[in-house]
């Protein structure tokens, strides 16, 4: 069975709600965060080991001579460009290498670029690199050379440009009950930096010396208001005397801008109603740190080719001009995502699905997705889910249609292009899958319809697609199967799903499906002995499965070894162990530890058993989804004090109580001072006293 690489993980926390802000010292602590929330960390040294910055088509090497090419910190200045007419294209390439039980997921290459003497942007751009290769079975090759942002836009003028890059990538290993890291390239924390110069056309300012209106010179400095081929900048103009200053509002007609830039001052925003009518086409950056664009009509367009946008509330969303159009935060949309002429890609970060996505508001929906024009990252839409209605969640992809009469109520669908889980060679997954988040999630039937692009099969032949699911975004996977197959128009279609919505659903290969481990897992008293009980569904190169237990949850010893029926097999297997030790009292803990051929291992569990004792009944919360709020019904199979804490999507414990319950008594508690979390899927733990462990999922809006 082996561990899965997901290229696209939506459950690692970064420390930005725009993009990474990584001052030196926040390296640091960001690190020593990830090292605090994981369970353990692996003893050996995943690494970098070979990467370039590609500077228009020419290779810099950053932590490895070998490959040829010059240093990336040896250029001193890359050379002269003009603004209009020239351009400075940014790629990259790493090379990983992998140690144990560990799995590389995710490569990304950080850029910034600022006026040489100026004070750098507390923001980094992420540049995704796709896995390409393996080199052998350690090793991976990462790589982008198709997005190709140009530099010169992320520029405000003429002048002296400071290009200052580092590699992160995200690993998951598996010692100590597993866990995720990071790893950089970053010349030991300093980063790695050379510098460019532009000439060109003088960009104009926004100064509101005579009205609101865009397309009156006189609101300008120099007197001419901007092109296709012009930058603009819209100054912060703070207030006198009570009286509002002049903000640009586009009313009608067809505004057009290089490279547009609204400023705040002192993290306030600048403009506001921007755009009420008309059409607002962008054809180089679009940067508005403060959230300062405001639109209330119109037609916000991306209309160069490749770009870097920061995200906001658009009602009226284009993409044209072809490329890769860079997000660097997240954007909501009111009306209507639509790609349009020569479309492009809409990239997000691909390391946070709530701080990084597209968020679909309750009427938008995506128009003109084809093979080369999408949105590649997270796109996510919250929908109310009718029985025996189907719901397509704005036209992202997927369509749900539940047959029983209970609803499952309002539901995030999140999907996710680029996430690719590999087994065995040569079993893998599509380029695309998703996941979703209901109020009332489960004992559902449910029909899915799942459709997918041509350039996102991945390799598999298309008639052998069939359906995954993994309630934990990972093993184990559940072969679903599949109902109909329409290979002209790419839609897969399960119908009759039986369970919960809360899962993750992808295809695979039918005739290489996805590692699958257990469906189910129990651990239940019987007088002073623990009855174990597990099903697998398939099983890849497996060994067997140690049995261990604990006292304390913490430190596990080994019981016995049941061995696996067959190495592989695609049907589904039941297997048993009984702790007969005649001493059990109190509470134990028992997890398995799943062992492959080849030595490599995961970990199934913990479940607890209480030996004589009651068991404590379920916990109850509302209102779900909650804004700031959680009201709590519990009962104490003990008297003493509990833990209740609220995780994250990422395990991390956000906010912890310790009440004292009485035995055998109801109990009612409020967990509040909740509304600054973010938005998403949040778990409500309780720890008794005696061991026993309660939880609750419930969703944050």
Request: aromatic share 10%; proline share 5%.
């Amino acid at each position: 069975m082996e561990k899965l690489i997901n290229n696209v993980r939506n459950n690692i926390h970064s420390y930005s709600n725009r993009a990474f802000s990584f001052p030196r010292h926040q390296l640091l602590m960001g690190l020593a965060l990830l090292l605090l929330t994981s369970l353990a960390m692996p003893a050996a040294a995943t690494e970098f080991t070979r990467d370039f910055v590609i500077l228009n088509g020419v290779r810099y090497y950053t932590n490895n001579s070998a490959g040829g090419g010059q240093p990336f910190t040896g250029i001193g200045n890359v050379g002269t460009f003009d603004r209009v007419s020239g351009s400075l294209r940014l790629g990259a390439e790493a090379n990983t290498n992998e140690t144990g039980n560990d799995e590389v997921e995710s490569v990304q290459l950080f850029y910034r670029v600022y006026p040489q003497g100026g004070t750098p942007p507390a923001t980094f751009t992420s540049l995704p690199l796709s896995l390409v290769g393996n080199t052998n079975a350690r090793n991976k090759q990462w790589l982008n050379t198709s997005t190709n942002p140009n530099l010169l836009a992320a520029t405000s003028g003429p002048g002296t440009y400071v290009l200052e890059v580092f590699f992160q990538g995200l690993y998951t290993f598996r010692r100590g009950g597993g866990g995720s890291a990071f790893i950089f390239d970053n010349n030991s924390g300093n980063n790695y930096t050379t510098t460019f110069t532009v000439a060109g056309i003088v960009p104009v300012q926004w100064t509101g010396a005579q009205s609101d209106d865009w397309f009156d010179t006189r609101n300008w400095s120099p007197g001419r208001f901007p092109d296709e081929n012009t930058d603009a900048t819209i100054a912060f103009i703070p207030a006198t005397q009570g009286t509002l200053p002049n903000y640009p509002t586009i009313k009608g007609g067809v505004a057009k801008v290089r490279t547009l830039t609204i400023l705040g001052h002192d993290g306030g925003q600048g403009a506001r109603n921007f755009l009420a009518g008309g059409r607002l086409e962008v054809y180089g950056d679009f940067r508005d740190p403060n959230n300062g664009f405001g639109q209330t009509g119109g037609v916000f367009v991306l209309a160069g080719e490749t770009q870097t946008f920061d995200g906001s509330i658009f009602r009226e969303f284009v993409v044209q001009g072809g490329g890769t159009k860079i997000l660097t935060g997240r954007m909501e949309i009111f009306n209507s995502l639509t790609f349009a002429g020569a479309g492009g890609i809409v990239s997000t970060r691909t390391d946070n699905s709530i701080l990084y996505n597209i968020d679909l508001a309750t009427n938008a929906q995506v128009v003109g997705e084809t093979e080369t024009s999408y949105v590649l990252g997270f796109l996510r839409a919250r929908r109310f889910l009718s029985s025996g209605v189907p719901n397509d969640f704005g036209n992202i992809g997927v369509s749900i249609t539940t047959t029983d009469p209970v609803s499952p109520g309002i539901t995030l669908a999140t999907r996710t292009t680029g996430l690719i889980f590999n087994g065995v060679p040569p079993s893998q997954s599509v380029k695309r899958g998703f996941s979703f988040a209901s109020e009332y999630p489960d004992d559902h039937t449910f029909d899915l319809s799942f459709r997918y692009l041509d350039a996102e099969v991945n390799g598999i032949p298309e008639n052998n697609l069939v359906l995954f699911s993994s309630i934990t975004g990972g093993v184990p996977f559940t072969n679903l199967q599949r109902t109909t197959l329409d290979v002209n128009n790419n839609v897969l279609t399960r119908t009759g799903i039986n369970g919960t919505l809360a899962a993750l659903f992808t295809l695979g290969d039918q005739l290489a499906p996805l590692p699958v481990g257990l469906t189910s897992f129990t651990a239940v008293a019987s007088g002073t002995d623990a009855v174990l009980n597990w099903t697998t569904a398939q099983e890849i190169n497996n060994k067997g499965f140690e049995v261990q237990a604990s006292n304390d949850g913490v430190v596990f010893r080994a019981l016995g070894f049941v061995a696996a029926e067959m190495a592989n097999s695609s049907t589904a297997r039941n297997y048993q162990y009984r702790d007969a030790a005649g001493a059990n009292a109190g509470t134990r803990y028992y997890r398995l530890r799943q062992l492959d051929l080849d030595g490599k291992e995961s970990f199934f569990g913990p479940r607890t058993v209480t030996f004589g004792a009651v068991a404590a009944t379920a916990v109850q919360g509302f209102p779900n989804p909650f804004t700031s709020e959680i009201n709590l019904t519990l009962q104490a199979p003990v008297a003493g004090p509990a833990t209740v804490s609220v995780l994250d999507g990422t395990g991390r414990q956000v906010r912890t109580w310790q009440p004292m319950l009485g035995p055998d008594a109801t109990t009612s508690m409020s967990l509040p001072d909740l509304q600054s979390l973010s938005r998403g899927l949040y778990v409500v733990q309780v720890r008794y006293s005696n061991g026993q462990v309660q939880r609750l999922k419930l969703v944050k809006e």
